[in-house]
């Protein structure tokens, strides 16, 4: 269940007269988990008129799958760069700059517990979320990572946010990423 967003919309409903979203879709960035993000948010987002804000929350899959040895993933698969990930947004980020599309970057949410974790996946997360949080290619940035992660572990989900999976945000997680949101920046 998508939560978020609707929360969001609501707060900013809430704070302003009108409305400003009037898109929200979550995006996934790896075949292996679904439609490619790239294509995605060509089609949700930039084929879509009207959209005048988007949130790009792209890559904990290609980060969290990354030396994975699933076999959803192709034998020809090798693991991304940090910079390859960041070299993805920039050009999305582009993108909808060039249609006039404001862009808020969400930091990736911490990956600790999930199958597949490791110090290795840590590390790559981490210099994406900095990337994320300190480039300016973003309009605004959102961040999803210190909303979600336990205080006492930052590099794990915090306890109760995340269904039995590790990884993925309950209600009470969803509602601590629209609560991250400056409503000044949606």
Not at 20 to 30: D, F, K, Q, W
Not at 87 to 100: F, I, Q, S, T
Not at 124 to 138: A, D, F
Request: hydrophobic residues 35%; charged residues 25%.
């Amino acid at each position: 269940m998508w939560v978020w967003p609707g929360r969001s919309a609501l707060r900013l409903c809430l704070a302003l007269p009108l409305p400003r979203i009037r898109a929200s879709s979550g995006l996934t960035s790896s075949s292996c988990f679904g439609e490619k993000g790239t294509t995605r948010f060509r089609r949700d987002v930039l084929g879509r008129p009207g959209v005048r804000t988007v949130i790009l929350e792209l890559g904990g899959n290609d980060i969290g799958a990354n030396w994975s040895k699933d076999p959803c993933l192709p034998s020809s698969h090798t693991p991304v760069s940090a910079r390859q990930i960041t070299d993805g947004y920039r050009e999305l980020v582009r993108a909808a700059h060039e249609r006039g599309i404001k862009v808020i970057g969400a930091t990736v949410i911490p990956l600790k517990g999930y199958p597949g974790s490791s110090a290795k996946v840590e590390r790559l997360r981490q210099q994406v979320n900095h990337w994320i949080r300190t480039s300016r290619v973003y309009d605004a940035v959102v961040d999803f990572d210190r909303a979600l992660a336990d205080p006492a572990h930052p590099d794990r989900p915090r306890p109760g946010y995340v269904y039995q999976d590790g990884l993925h945000p309950n209600d009470a997680g969803y509602h601590a990423l629209a609560d991250a949101f400056a409503l000044t920046e949606l």
